[in-house]
């Protein structure tokens, strides 16, 4: 019997985009996981998490055992001193590999895209928009004023179990969202997504969206103002994303690249 694959994500928050890094490891790996102090992991996964990780691994751990890093990203530039002691089977997009001056091979992918296949059933799908407020924004007023006033707007909580956020995402027929991974899901389950201006998220707040994006092939406008979605909410379009082939292909390649010797043990 396999044991648990010590996984660090950033849990300090009920935010369900770091949930996810569990729910698709375990499925790439064929493990259990549980989560694990990032000086201990195994592995890193879903999320702008690579500060982490150049926080913790200044220098080598002893040993010599270097964890890997599986579409993880970063939200600016940092310091490369972690760099060697650390393996990159895969990043969340091109830029964060230009920012670490390392190369994965063209393997991108924010490894949110499989929980679709992780979860295994498919939502029905249900007339209405969802929106997916990021976390600094989901009890704000710009928020509030845009539920009271269309009736078709459904507020999805990132705060919520992680499979229910990604289900009600899988049941809309367009989701609008400020959370990088209200769009990462909605690219899963194939449903078409407008990207809301990430504004007092982060410093930074636009680089991963267009890391993850570069990744995977897609066209990334600039994002919608809250302020402007009545206006856009009667044309949204509810069509499968253009770019359907880069979320195959980053899929695949994430599955690939997963580390062999991170999947389950198999009996001799």
Request: charged fraction near 25%; proline fraction near 8%; hydrophobic fraction near 45%.
């Amino acid at each position: 019997m396999s044991t648990p694959l010590k996984l660090f994500w950033y849990a300090r928050e009920a935010n369900f985009g770091d949930a996810l890094s569990g729910i698709v490891t375990a499925f790439a790996s064929g493990r259990d996981v549980v989560h694990a102090d990032p000086k201990s992991a195994e592995v890193f996964a879903v999320g702008s998490i690579l500060q982490i990780v150049r926080r913790t691994h200044p220098e080598g751990r002893a040993g010599g055992d270097r964890p890997w890093v599986w579409g993880s990203g970063t939200l600016k530039p940092i310091r490369l001193d972690f760099v060697p002691h650390v393996r990159f089977a895969a990043l969340r997009g091109p830029i964060t590999e230009s920012l670490l001056g390392v190369d994965v091979n063209g393997v991108y992918g924010d490894p949110g895209l499989l929980v679709a296949d992780a979860l295994g059933d498919r939502p029905e799908r249900e007339d209405r928009v969802g929106l997916v407020p990021h976390l600094a924004h989901v009890d704000g007023p710009e928020v509030a004023a845009l539920l009271k006033a269309d009736p078709r707007l459904k507020l999805i909580d990132v705060r919520q179990d992680a499979a229910t956020v990604c289900r009600e995402i899988g049941a809309c027929a367009h989701v609008l969202s400020s959370s990088l991974h209200g769009l990462v899901v909605a690219d899963a389950y194939g449903v078409p997504n407008t990207w809301l201006d990430p504004a007092g998220i982060h410093k930074s707040p636009r680089l991963k969206f267009y890391d993850y994006a570069a990744g995977i092939g897609r066209a990334l406008p600039r994002p919608l103002s809250f302020a402007d979605v009545p206006e856009h909410l009667p044309r949204l379009p509810e069509t499968a994303p253009s770019y359907a082939d880069g979320i195959a292909a980053a899929k695949a390649g994430l599955l690939d690249a997963f580390p062999a010797e991170l999947r389950r043990e198999r009996a001799a």
